[in-house]
């Protein structure tokens, strides 16, 4: 099964937090995208860098990224989907950030496991299938 990597995974592995290489290990031959949200998102990271040596860093890094892993976008389909989702949360009142949203309906919408750092937004998403990529996490001591 495909597996959508979500931003605070390659937040994390930008700065030097998350072990990357064991991550791609465990997952084997599984294929990995990128959303168009998680692209935002970094770009985002890299425009809020607080040095020009910094944002060049944060953009190599997003550049990388965007040649390693596909990139699923949100058109129609996904729309729809996020309206699914959007519509399910809030029935139960237990709303996530948009952004996640997205990325879970994109994931939903192509039938892809979701990494994250953040379990527990996702986690309320029914019919989603997580990865919990925290043992993961290099921790700075």
Known sequence: MAVVVDSSIFIA???AEFDWVGFHTQLGTEPLFLTVVTLDELLHDAERANTPQRRLKRLEFVADVEARYPL?????????EYAKVWAE???RGNLIGAHDQMIAAIARRHGCRVATLNLGDFERVS???????????????
């Open 127 to 141: 019919g989603l299938e997580l990865i919990n990529a925290e043992a993961f996490r290099i921790v700075a001591r």
């Open 13 to 15: 592995a930008e700065r």
């Open 89 to 91: 949360l809030a029935a």
């Open 72 to 80: 699923l976008s949100f058109g129609r389909e996904e729309a729809a």
